[in-house]
């Protein structure tokens, strides 16, 4: 058996990474610019850091900026009419996991326009060209979908998120800036932070897990956890410092893994609550975090032992059993330090049976370590109702 490794082309990090946008526009010869952004981004200014930036380099553009959290089929659609009114050759997105996976998803159709529909993108896409060339510009540290192979979709019909996988989708560039992160609130900051942590955490614990993705993880784990809560508390206070940098870096390193070998049961349950309830990605995935890692321990006790050490427990003297159960209390005490909610009062009893369902319906329950059935996801569900 081998394992596939897809990355970005290119990555830029660091403050002020933003100016490396132009030359990498001018130097393949595009003429014209599809910017994919949301609208408070454009309200708060975090779009036109990049389009002055294009302005003065004399590139042409056009905004399309109708995406809203968790993107709908319907964003898909007008974005993909708006590249085609625009007479585009390329893309630039600005924006969370929503505007770039809406991105990735209006590039894929454009070169594969028998999948106009959307739907047909679900799981593992069977498209054959790649997407229109895309440089992806996250302002939210999380979702790192600027360097997965992923996007994830809500059908409102249907009343469910979906996710594509398809290497075809991943951004030639990405251009990983905190500074285009420093208008996020505190909140944001925490819970699009705690995304990345369960990406790490179940990219470490999923089936497919593996040394050069280990190595990701581990690595993103131990990045999150010493800078996750000083990100938090610069958002509170305006003040910049070293966390907002560290969680930019975290997330786009756990991106790198997850990415590559899948995630599990915490992703599968979060996507239901985001499409039934409309919570927050990050939120969603935090609630369920401690509750996954709990019911997968007996089958992945060793791996969660090591994400003790990944997050700065002394284990020292611990048995392996009791590592895990440190690492589960590391990451209830991080989520309670930065005040992620612990119950979803949303979540109706009566809908408990469906939102099951429809998780171990979703593309990442498979990658979990340990089966689940039906009652026990239901069980778990009803660990975080209020
Ligand atoms: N493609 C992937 O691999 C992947 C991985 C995880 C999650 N996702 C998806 O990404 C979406 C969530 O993305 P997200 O958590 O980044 O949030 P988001 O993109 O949905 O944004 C949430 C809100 O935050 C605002 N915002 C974003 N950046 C800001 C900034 N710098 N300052 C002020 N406000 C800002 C946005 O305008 C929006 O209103 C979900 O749909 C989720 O399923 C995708
Ligand atoms: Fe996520």
Known sequence: MSNRI???TISYHGAGAIKEIPGEIQRRGYQKVFVCSDPDLVKFGVTK???DLLDEAGIAWSLY???KPNP?????QDGVEAFKAAEADCIVTVGGGSAMDTAKAIGIIINNPEFADVRSLEGVAPTTKHAVFTIAVPTTAGTAAEVTINY???DVEKVRKFVCVDTNDAPEVAVVDPEMMATMP????ASTGMDALTHAIEGYTTKGAWELTDMFHLKAIELISKNLRDAVAEAKSGE???GREGMALAQYIAGMGFSNVGLGIDHAMAHTLSAHYDTPHGVACAMLLPIAMEFNK???VERLADVAVAMGVDTTGMTTDEAADAAIAAVRQLSEDVNIPKVCEAIKADELDQIADDALADACYPGNPREADHDTVVELFKKIMA
């Open 240 to 242: 910049p410092g070293s």
């Open 152 to 154: 994830v979709i809500t």
């Open 65 to 67: 900026d109708e995406v």
């Open 186 to 189: 505190a909140g944001l900051t």
């Open 72 to 76: 709908t089929i319907q964003n898909v």
């Open 49 to 51: 850091k990049v389009t």
């Open 6 to 8: 897809v990355l970005n």
């Open 298 to 300: 007996p089958v992945v």
